[in-house]
């Protein structure tokens, strides 16, 4: 992915990455976009929106869904020009002047647009995907889309167009003049983790944790 005038990195391009596996990666270690277009009604005036929204990353698009009742999923899935964000916090820098806090992180804006799907096997195949897209494995344990839960959801196709990432990581970056200052710097590392899983109350007690959930947890404990 070449850089382009719309999704160019401009300020720090140290931190710029236009890879797709790197774009890829981030996207997949991620659950919620924000999806920014604009709005233009005879009922609303120019209006931007920026809508926070579950998704999950298919080749080189984005699946989304929503209420087919949605007045802005339908204006989304008619094609307009839409930009999206994901952003992975990694660590707290903290250094001894204010103004040399930060994080880590790892980001990336996507340029495209979308388009509503609307055959019934592709939208079934979809909510499996964001399910495993959760959980690996977890669709098989539980029950598919119903035809009334699918003709009650809107699912959107967001096909990339352009896309760039940032990447902050390291440590603490100190005006020398500040080293000899008697304050902690350093990092904080921070990273999404899953706690103990609680049962709904209407599961029989002592209901055993399915598989996908033991492998999860499985395999946070390894890399702990």
Same mark, same amino acid.
């Given at each position: 992915m070449r850089p382009h005038a719309r999704h160019e990195v401009r300020r720090t391009k140290a931190r710029a990455r236009y890879e797709r596996e790197t774009v890829h990666a981030i996207l997949d270690a991620g659950r919620i976009a924000h999806i920014g277009f604009a709005v233009e009604t005879p009922s609303i005036p120019p209006q931007p929106f920026v809508i926070p929204m579950l998704y999950v990353r298919h080749? %080189? $698009? /984005?699946?989304?869904?929503?209420?087919?009742? @949605? +007045?802005?999923?339908? #204006?989304?899935?008619?094609?307009?020009?839409?930009?999206?964000?994901?952003?992975?916090v990694d660590g707290l820098v903290l250094a001894r002047s204010h103004f040399h806090h930060?994080?880590?992180?790892?980001?990336?804006?996507?340029?495209?647009?979308?388009?509503?799907?609307?055959?019934?096997?592709?939208?079934?195949?979809?909510?499996?995907?964001?399910? %495993? $897209? /959760?959980?690996?494995?977890?669709?098989?344990? @539980? +029950?598919?889309?119903? #035809?009334?839960?699918?003709?009650?959801?809107?699912?959107l196709r967001f096909e990339i167009e352009d896309a760039s990432a940032k990447v902050r990581d390291g440590g603490v970056k100190e005006d020398p003049a500040d080293l000899a200052l008697p304050y902690w710097a350093g990092v904080v590392p921070q990273s999404m983790r899953c706690d103990s899983p609680?049962?709904?109350?209407?599961?029989? $007690?002592?209901?055993?944790?399915?598989p996908s959930v033991l492998r999860l947890l499985s395999a946070q404990e390894a890399r702990a």
């Open positions: 080749g %080189d $698009a /984005l699946l989304l869904h929503g209420s087919i009742a @949605s +007045r802005l999923m339908k #204006r989304l899935g008619d094609g307009v020009a839409a930009c999206v964000s994901v952003t992975m930060s994080v880590n992180y790892r980001s990336v804006v996507l340029f495209g647009r979308a388009r509503a799907v609307d055959d019934t096997a592709e939208k079934a195949a979809a909510l499996a995907c964001f399910v %495993d $897209a /959760l959980i690996p494995g977890r669709a098989a344990e @539980s +029950r598919p889309a119903d #035809r009334n839960e699918l003709a009650a959801t809107m699912l609680l049962a709904d109350p209407s599961m029989e $007690a002592g209901a055993a944790l399915p």
